[in-house]
């Protein structure tokens, strides 16, 4: 059985990068599908950021492309979030997803990032 | 960019009963690209529907999706207090890639 598991710091400064990874298990990250991170804040409900490839290729929301990088790390099953020059307006409950046929078909349970002084 | 808009924006019904919950696109959507999710309190989104009617692994027939075009549904009949939840309905398509509805929250009462 699939699972994503989101992990990383739980509070960011203004300005800094927030990075954050999700560990896949039960299934590899090597199969033909997608992997994106979407993120849940009270203000702007459910934003999608971006989705990687086994392959390294990437989408990005445009408007965060600016901000965003998203890499694959194959021999250890999992992906990441790098999301830099973050302010208030990023906090929120962040989700790792595997995507399926144009849906996001499993998720991780979400972690959430404040981003304060 | 297509915006989703789902109506109502709260519903309150009794057991047993059928809710219907509604998803309008600024732009035409292919049946391939619409699917609903649940939200319950606290938990992580769960896909229920993709290509607007195919029920994800695991989703009871009490739940059906119909529509095309600008206008898409999402019944669930004999609602149980299970039900209780948010749910959002989502496009893939043009950047960015995947958009979601504001959501519809359900009362089970």
């Known amino acids: 059985q699939v699972q994503l598991q989101e992990s990383g710091p739980g509070l960011v400064k203004p300005s800094e990068t927030l990075s954050l990874t999700c560990a896949v298990s039960g299934y590899s990250i090597n199969n033909d599908n997608w992997w994106s991170w979407v993120r849940q804040s009270p203000g702007k409900g459910l934003e999608w950021i971006g989705e990687?490839?086994?392959?390294?290729?990437?989408n990005y929301n445009p408007a965060l492309k600016s901000r965003v990088n998203i890499l694959v790390d194959r021999s250890k099953n999992q992906f990441s979030l790098k999301l830099s020059s973050v302010t208030a307006a990023d906090t929120a409950v962040y989700y790792c997803?595997?995507?399926?046929?144009?849906?996001?078909?499993?998720w991780g349970k979400g972690t959430t990032v404040t981003v304060s002084s | 960019e297509s915006v989703l808009t789902q109506s109502p924006g709260t519903l309150s019904v009794s057991p047993g009963e059928r809710a219907t919950l509604y998803c309008r696109a600024s732009?035409?959507?292919?049946?391939?690209?619409l699917a609903w999710y649940q939200q319950k309190a606290g938990q992580a989104p769960r896909l229920l529907m993709y290509a607007v009617s195919i029920r994800a692994t695991g989703i009871p027939d009490r739940f059906s999706g119909s529509g095309s075009g600008t206008d898409f549904t999402l019944t669930i009949h004999r609602l149980e207090p299970e039900d209780s939840a948010v749910y959002y309905c989502q496009q893939y398509g043009t950047p960015p890639l995947y958009t979601f509805g504001q959501g519809t929250r359900l009362d089970i009462k």
């Open positions: 990687i490839h086994h392959s390294g290729s990437t």
């Open positions: 997803v595997r995507n399926g046929n144009a849906c996001l078909d499993v």
């Open positions: 732009q035409s959507v292919s049946r391939w690209d």
